[in-house]
């Protein structure tokens, strides 16, 4: 059975810093995505960035510069460090892993909610102005 943990939301003033982490016990795929999304209230779920089995990273332009999406494979965790958190960065974070696309040129990941298939229970972020 897959679980997704996530852990490292709090409050914190604009400006500053936060690490999540998302602990995937029982995920054994060798090819994947992994990624991170966010929902606010009255809001639709936005894909915020994804992480492949190769490293090969993308982020929305909402956060380009200031999250960094990384793995630990030995632990199994994966991570979000956002920096210059904003107000509008305020959301439930959700962890989320699913299969690789493939197209002609090989297997990448797409942020669309749609696509994955295990989810986290998801950790609050709050950032005051």
């Known amino acids: 059975q897959v679980q997704l943990v996530e852990s490292g939301g709090g409050s914190v003033q604009a400006g500053g810093s936060l690490r999540l982490s998302c602990a995937a016990v029982?995920?054994?795929?060798?090819?994947?995505?992994m990624g991170w999304f966010r929902q606010a209230p009255g809001k639709e779920r936005e894909g915020v960035a994804t992480?492949?089995?190769?490293?090969?990273?993308s982020y929305a332009d909402s956060v380009k510069g200031r999250f960094t999406i990384s793995k630990d494979n030995a632990k199994n965790t994966l991570y979000l460090q956002m920096n210059s958190l904003k107000a509008e960065d305020t959301s439930m974070y959700y962890c989320?892993?699913?299969?690789?696309?493939?197209?002609?040129?090989?297997?990448?990941?797409?942020?669309?909610?749609?696509?994955?298939?295990?989810w986290g229970q998801g950790t609050q972020v709050t950032v005051s102005a």
């Open positions: 029982g995920y054994t795929y060798t090819s994947y995505c």
């Open positions: 989320a892993a699913g299969p690789l696309i493939w197209g002609d040129s090989g297997g990448y990941c797409v942020r669309d909610d749609s696509l994955f298939n295990y």
């Open positions: 992480i492949d089995s190769d490293g090969m990273t």
